[in-house]
């Protein structure tokens, strides 16, 4: 998916703070800065690793290492629940990501046990631009739909903080 993780994340961030008592804004934001952390290996991709191993074999794209992080803040919430919750919002932002990429390309879910690749959709190269074939198909309206969700709970959201009285008016 191209355009939907980071509204994606900011969607899974507010439905956590729902349930969530403290730390919303927090969960808000640490959970968009992790849905869309796992393509910062992109940069190594193009700039280091000069497009030599495809980016889904680094180590950001495992759902091994967000499922060892979230395990990881779970057990540092007893003990110190504001530090917590920024690695567990981006454990379950980078774990939101990597569902998302499984509908329409391949993750490696038991990597590095196995490389088994797990895709919902396969989109056929169509283009000889690849990123026309992928905007083109039928889930890209999906993301579509997603980022005009967000968007509408973002302006919700803020026209619901902007008609708040403020404290001591009449």
Known sequence: MFIVHLPAGYLLGKAVSKAKLTYKKQLVIWTAIGSVLPDVDMFYFY??????????YYLSHWPLTWIALLLFSLALLKWWPRISVIPFAIAIGGLLHMILDSVAAPVFWLAPFSETQIELVKIPA???????SFILHWTFLVEILICCIAIT??????AKTHLRPTPGTP
């Open 47 to 56: 700039l280091i690793d000069n497009q030599n191993t495809h980016h889904r």
């Open 126 to 132: 169509v283009y000889d631009n690849y990123i026309w």
């Open 153 to 158: 709970v973002a302006f919700a959201n803020r």
